[in-house]
């Protein structure tokens, strides 16, 4: 069974090879040598998430273009005055954490982020309702943001259960690792047959192919963080 599945894996790893070469500007096949190096993955340093900047999300193209045709529809006072989009920083989802790693949860940006920073009612009540440029534009801006606000609220979710399960996961490898160690000593000493030995490697190899996928997933899951917050930032 394991070995039926071998040339489904080696198709879409060529796949993704001819797709890495040409996102590289390169013909299929070009740099499969450099990209069939292989590297071990390095672990995911958790706190890099709360080392982001002020204005993280502000940072967002679709943000600041729907703000700048929001403070153009605007008088120039009201230009000169208004703040927009204050300061904010995704210390704001997590707390400063001194010990493991999600200890608080980092979601429900409606309690910790949107309503302290954006209180849209008071920014609407500033701009002239008569006017159907300034109307629209404001609520083009509105949308926007709420709109990467939902896609961080995704990505942080996404990857704070991830990384739960990955945990999990981990475990049961450990677990797995261990019953297999002591299987094939209890066999060594003639109180396991060659079978227990077969059924443990067996579960062994399910458990690590369970968690490599896990792995994969939480390095795509904190790209999508970096991509709902408009890019990456210095940790």
């Given at each position: 069974m394991t070995e039926s599945s071998i040339p489904t894996l080696q198709t879409a790893y060529d796949s993704s090879l001819n797709r890495l070469n040409v996102l590289l500007g390169y013909p299929p096949g070009s740099k499969d040598a450099l990209l069939k190096t292989t590297q071990e993955l390095k672990p995911l340093n958790h706190r890099i998430l709360i080392a982001a900047p002020a204005k993280v999300l502000a940072t967002r193209p679709d943000i600041r273009a729907a703000e700048r045709r929001f403070a153009a529809s605007i008088s120039a006072k009201y230009v000169a005055e208004a703040e927009w989009f204050?300061?904010?920083?995704?210390?704001?989802?997590?707390?400063?954490?001194?010990?493991?790693?999600?200890?608080?949860?980092?979601?429900?940006?409606?309690?910790?982020?949107?309503?302290?920073?954006?209180?849209?009612?008071?920014?609407?009540?500033?701009?002239?309702?008569?006017?159907?440029?300034?109307?629209?534009?404001?609520?083009?801006?509105?949308?926007?943001?709420?709109?990467?606000?939902?896609?961080?609220?995704?990505?942080?979710?996404?990857?704070?259960?991830?990384?739960?399960?990955?945990?999990?996961?981990?475990?049961?490898?450990?677990?797995?690792?261990?019953?297999?160690?002591?299987?094939?000593q209890q066999h060594d000493n003639g109180y396991a047959s060659f079978l227990d030995v077969l059924v443990a490697d067996r579960n062994l190899l399910i458990a690590e192919s369970s968690q490599t996928p896990s792995n994969l997933l939480l390095r795509i899951d904190l790209v999508n963080i970096y991509a709902a917050a408009g890019g990456g930032w210095n940790d």
């Open positions: 204050p300061d904010i920083s995704l210390t704001g989802f997590f707390g400063r954490l001194a010990g493991a790693p999600f200890t608080s949860t980092p979601w429900g940006l409606s309690a910790s982020l949107a309503q302290p920073i954006l209180n849209f009612g008071q920014i609407e009540s500033q701009i002239d309702a008569s006017d159907a440029q300034q109307k629209q534009a404001f609520l083009n801006y509105q949308q926007t943001v709420l709109e990467a606000l939902e896609d961080m609220e995704n990505a942080l979710s996404s990857y704070l259960h991830e990384t739960l399960r990955n945990a999990s996961l981990r475990a049961g490898v450990a677990q797995s690792s261990t019953a297999d160690t002591l299987v094939k």
